[in-house]
């Protein structure tokens, strides 16, 4: 039990202001709450068993090639980001988009939502953190659980969020927003590759 709760604190600390939640504030705005929750939940589920069955295993890849790849993920996230965020548009499809969800089928925006963080989650904190105490405490099924429902809280956070401020803001303004954060996230993980 203690893995667990040592588990679900140290993701959830660690998660909320991550790029987990921003991803998941971004693709509220643009998908209805539930198949958000409901792609990202199966992305987090995955990847929390993967972390915990590997174990220490992960935390032995070299820091190089780990933040290599974050730093292209985050590099091509940006750049999809920004280009629809600047594509030409009027403001009346901006203010249709605003006051509401994409009429987008429930499982494409689960499979959008789940493509996105799981691979927003590859060489993450909170994936070497649930590697790491997985290995401490040798119970990777506390752990993983842990650190599923840390990562399962942050994304409802998000979810909420979203929705609230889906309708009072510019679809394409939080798009250019999270395409230079995107951006920023890219080039913090290639700096570590040079440094």
């Known amino acids: 039990m203690l893995a667990l709760v040592t588990a679900f604190?140290?993701?959830?600390?660690?998660?909320?202001p991550d790029k987990t939640m921003i991803a998941t504030l971004i693709l509220t705005t643009r998908y209805r709450g539930l198949p958000v929750f409901a792609g990202v939940s199966a992305a987090f589920a995955i990847q929390c068993v993967l972390a915990a069955a590997f174990g220490g295993v992960l935390t032995?890849?070299?820091d190089?090639?780990?933040a290599t790849v974050v730093a292209v993920l985050f590099g091509l996230?940006?750049?999809l980001l920004l280009r629809e965020g600047f594509a030409g548009g009027t403001d009346?499809?901006?203010?249709?988009a605003a006051s509401g969800p994409a009429a987008v089928p429930f499982l494409r925006a689960a499979l959008t939502s789940f493509g996105v963080l799981f691979a927003a989650e590859?060489?993450?904190?909170s994936q070497f953190a649930t590697a790491a105490l997985s290995a401490r405490f040798g119970a990777p099924v506390w752990v993983g659980l842990g650190s599923w429902l840390a990562l399962t809280a942050v994304a409802?956070?998000?979810?909420?969020?979203?929705?609230?401020?889906?309708g009072r803001i510019r679809p394409r303004l939080v798009q250019r927003v999270a395409g230079f954060v995107f951006a920023g996230f890219a080039l913090f993980a290639a700096g570590s590759v040079i440094v």
């Open 9 to 16: 604190g140290l993701v959830f600390v660690v998660e909320l």
């Open 60 to 62: 032995l890849l070299p």
């Open 64 to 66: 190089g090639v780990v």
């Open 77 to 79: 996230g940006a750049v």
């Open 92 to 96: 009346e499809e901006d203010d249709d």
């Open 122 to 125: 590859w060489g993450d904190a």
């Open 156 to 166: 409802g956070i998000a979810v909420l969020v979203g929705a609230k401020i889906r």
